[in-house]
């Protein structure tokens, strides 16, 4: 009986680790995924914005986003775009290029994923190529596989 109670223990043990082990397997290809979806996102975001896709970017933002700017506060959907179209009028051609090894993503349990990083914006102003670099954070709702950002924070400027 003794020896059937180790076996049984002992199976047990082993089915659990076993189970641990695929368990952290499919946490890291998850993790791998969701960085992939968030950086594709980024980029189509920002492909939007480097063409001067004002209609396009618009649905990558829930309605009731906030965007927190250290040098202009919070700033609401509306103004936001405003903001924007303000910028593609400008006389000279704004690009934004992330800083791919800056990018992190981390998930938000129910809700879609953090994305933190650093990129620069570029133009010609006065026949001088001026870089700004900044960084930022964007919170990705995934609504049924529908993601937008529903929050951003824009910093260090």
Known sequence: MRNLIILLLSSFMSSAAVAQIQT?????????ELFTKVANLDSSLFAAYNAKDLELMKTFFTKDLEWYQDNGGLIDFEQVFINFESIFHRDYDLKRNLIKESLEVHPIEGYGAIEVGSH??????????????????????????????????????
């Open 24 to 32: 952290e397997k499919k946490a890291a290809v998850t993790q791998k």
């Open 120 to 157: 620069q914006f570029r133009h010609i102003e006065n026949g001088k190529l001026e870089i700004g670099t900044f960084k930022f954070l964007m919170i990705w709702k995934n609504d049924n596989g529908n993601w937008k950002i529903s929050r951003v924070i824009s910093y260090d400027h």
